[in-house]
């Protein structure tokens, strides 16, 4: 092949390459804009944001031994009652600590990043 070739594709691929991680980073300081309080976790902040996307205005966190329960209080007129984001529990636990047993029995799991697992239930579970 044709080195002059190459040297083209090549130049074509880190264009790309750069371009969409210019992309992507532009839309990550767009979330943190619009989000000030980004946690740093992929998780617990995308299920924030789907929570808010969804309808849910307020959303409760109960601190419960080795967990954060979290789950939706009030949401938007306008929401889809019946979206999973705003009827669901959500259960956010260290990704050191070990979840207690009666979590696991009815929870399945949603996400697991570098600091949490989260788990998820039926919010008709609710206490």
């Known amino acids: ?3 002059k070739f ?9 264009m790309l390459v750069s371009l969409s991680a210019c992309s992507c980073s532009m839309l990550r300081s767009a979330i ?11 998780c617990t902040d995308a ?7 969804a309808g849910c205005i307020d959303i409760a966190t109960v601190e419960a031994g080795t967990y954060t329960k979290v789950y939706c209080v009030t949401y938007r007129d306008d929401a889809e009652p019946a979206d999973r ?26 996400c697991l990043d570098t ?3 989260v788990l998820t239930s039926p919010g008709y579970l609710r206490e």
């Open 32 to 42: 943190v804009e619009e989000d000030s309080a980004a946690s740093g976790s992929m």
């Open 85 to 110: 984001w705003l009827i669901d529990d959500f259960y956010i636990i260290p990704i050191d600590e070990d979840p207690e047993m009666e979590l696991l029995a009815d929870a399945k799991p949603l």
């Open 115 to 117: 600091f949490y697992v």
């Open 1 to 3: 092949m044709n080195w």
């Open 47 to 53: 299920l924030r944001l789907n929570q808010q996307a």
């Open 6 to 14: 190459n040297k083209r594709i090549i130049a074509s691929w880190l």
